[in-house]
């Protein structure tokens, strides 16, 4: 099996450090190539202050080249990631067929984009917004701290980071499995 490559997108101003610091760390332990991308180059600025390189920008991302693309949460991420070109990135790994998801707050953009309709899913709640957010956008809500549907993988937040990266392991092991054994 060749080394995966996959894509956490964190905006580049308030992303949840534990979200994202765990998630890379187990999938880079498990051979898996991680790349940061972000809405703006340089550097991301997490919400405890922290940063991490930005490997490259939204704009610069060809779903066709990355096997998988999951967006980290934090206070950052509706306001500089809920947008049309990351809508359209979502709609792009959906239509390929490839492994996407969210943890936190992120699961709502996944529904705002209409790549979450008829499948389960779980996120941030604690505003008690998420199960109408959900509803609106044909998501079915799940109160788990880990949801993975097909290849559509939603966390609830830094206490679930650990699940969150081991459920995309499973996911991309999934995907490099020959069709016939799927």
Known sequence: MTQPT???LVAHEGYQQI???VTAEILKSSNVKVLTASDQDG???AKDSSSTTVDLTVNHINPTLYDGLFLIGGPGALEWLNTPIVHDLLEQMMALKKPYGAICISSRILAEANVLGGKKATGWDDDNALEDIFKAHAVIYEK???VTDGNVVTAVGPTAA????QAILQVLA???EPQSTR
């Open 174 to 176: 999934k995907q490099a």
């Open 6 to 8: 996959i894509i956490l």
């Open 144 to 146: 788990q701290p880990v």
């Open 162 to 165: 650990q699940g969150f990266a």
């Open 19 to 21: 979200e994202y610091g």
């Open 43 to 45: 550097y991301a600025t």
